[in-house]
């Protein structure tokens, strides 16, 4: 079960909540091809959907040096700047992969106490 807004107010009531970085500078370093941006090359917004793996990657980079939050890769997934590429009409597809892939790998590192209390520990994520 996802973190609940509750438990993120209480964790920034008590702590410095720290999210992950910049998902272009991480999806910049792999090898990636015209073909994986399905000819839109930069798209980041596009991986979600061609290459769920590496952005999930990602994700994990953050989740494993301890990061509280991830956030999805979706910065680019609006009219303005899919319509640059041509392909507006993919918002909402492109949106719901990057939200769905940023919400199993927080997922996969969700955690409970003892008490059945959520912990933000690693892997809250705002993907919903």
């Known amino acids: 079960m996802p973190p609940s807004p509750e438990s993120l107010r209480r964790a920034l009531s008590d702590r410095v909540v ?8 991480m999806l910049q370093a792999y090898d990636l091809g015209l073909e994986d941006f399905q000819g839109h090359e930069g798209c980041n917004e596009i991986l979600n959907i ?6 999930r990657e990602v994700h994990e980079a953050y989740l494993d040096v301890g990061v509280d939050c991830v956030t999805s890769n979706t910065f680019g997934a609006n009219v303005a ?5 041509g392909i507006a009409e993919r918002i909402y597809e492109l949106a719901r992969a990057g939200a769905a892939i940023a ?3 927080a997922d996969a590192w969700a955690s409970v106490d003892m008490r059945g209390n959520e912990l933000l520990k690693r892997g809250s994520s705002n993907a919903r």
């Open 81 to 85: 700047n899919l319509g640059e590429y």
């Open 18 to 25: 720290v999210s992950d970085g910049a998902m272009g500078t």
């Open 50 to 55: 061609t290459c769920p793996d590496i952005v």
């Open 103 to 105: 919400r199993e790998a």
